[in-house]
């Protein structure tokens, strides 16, 4: 692109961002929103909703859709300057502003992870865990796990990582392991909960349960948009647009069924179960504005996970930064 047509580029979308404040349609030469999504993913689902219904084209909002391998693959692209936005959690984001990024984030998701059990398992709480084997998707630095050691230490006196036998992986092995009956009981995100939730599988302990009885409330949304302040403003990304548009396409798969069995294809499920399992698990999960007793909350659990002592997952010299968090309110 030369010199000249990315400045004219630059000058329409500033008079897009114009129109986007004031809530008008669009012109045509709209500014393009870079959005990584993992294929298989429920950000995916989102997307094909937003073009399903049309929503793209009635707010003016040019999407283009960048596919990651993984959830990793995300932030790389962001700070690699690849994508214009992408969806991960705020942790990640706050290290990235405590190292002098200028990272904004906005709710997507408050849908959290579960410990999941066999239908029929004796196992009633987690103590009983003591002398399982447990899987556990991701790595010994990822925060459901931390927090789900901070939570055993609280209620049965005993950390979790050393009572029981720990397999850790990718979501889809440690999945695959439990239903194979070699592990006693999983960790995984929702998107898989949900999955075996709806074969049958018994829930065990919710993340969210864990950190509300680590004082923690509300539980604040710890997946979300995340993109640079700078790049926004130097290339007019219509953020403002994005976000209403998810806030739309959210307000249809909160109500329609048949919006689901439209993403049945994507989805995959095994059984009607497991969609019903897995919409209802997405719809409780969606989230209203972010507010002050969001950033409240979010402030106690990454001091939370600073007292813990995981430099690793929060960063050395990570400090809470209420200005991460966007609010329509300013």
């Known amino acids: 692109m030369t010199a000249i047509s990315r400045r004219s580029l630059l000058a329409s979308g500033t008079v897009l961002a114009a129109t986007f404040a004031l809530g008008r349609p669009a012109s045509a030469a709209t500014v393009p929103v870079r959005l990584t999504s993992v294929k298989f993913g429920s950000v995916n689902w989102l997307i094909d909703t937003i073009r399903q219904e049309g929503l793209d084209k009635k707010n003016g909002l040019d999407l283009r859709i960048i596919e990651v391998a993984n959830n990793v693959a995300g932030p790389v692209a962001l700070l690699a300057g690849e994508a214009d936005v992408i969806v991960s959690d705020w942790t990640w984001a706050m290290r990235q502003r405590a190292k002098g990024g200028d990272l904004k984030f906005a709710p997507y998701s408050s849908a959290l992870g579960s410990v999941m059990v066999p239908k029929d398992s004796p196992i009633k709480t987690l103590a009983d865990l003591k002398g399982k084997k447990i899987g556990v998707a991701g790595t010994g630095i990822d925060k459901s796990w931390v927090l789900l050691r901070a939570y055993s ?9 050393d009572v029981a036998e720990t397999v850790f992986g990718a979501a889809p092995l440690v999945t695959e392991e439990f239903r194979s009956g ?24 919710t993340m969210s349960d864990v950190i509300a009885a680590m004082g923690v409330s509300p539980t604040p949304a710890l997946v979300g948009f995340i993109w640079s302040e700078q790049t926004v403003r130097e290339r007019n990304v219509p953020i403002v647009t994005l976000l209403a548009t998810v806030k739309q396409a959210n307000e249809v798969l909160a109500k329609s069924d048949s919006a689901w069995e439209r993403l049945r294809p994507l989805i995959k499920p095994s059984t009607d179960a497991e969609l019903a399992a897995i919409r209802d698990y997405y719809r409780s999960g969606i989230t209203a504005e972010w507010g002050a007793r969001e950033t409240a909350a979010a402030e106690k659990l990454t001091n939370l996970l600073i007292n813990l002592g995981d430099a690793e997952l929060v960063g050395d010299g990570t400090r809470f930064d209420q200005n991460l968090f966007y609010s329509t309110a300013g």
């Open 182 to 205: 070699r592990l006693d009981a999983v960790l995984s995100f929702w998107t898989y909960a949900a999955r075996l939730a709806g074969a049958g599988s018994r829930q065990l302990l």
């Open 153 to 161: 230490r609280q209620v049965i006196g005993s950390d979790i990582a």
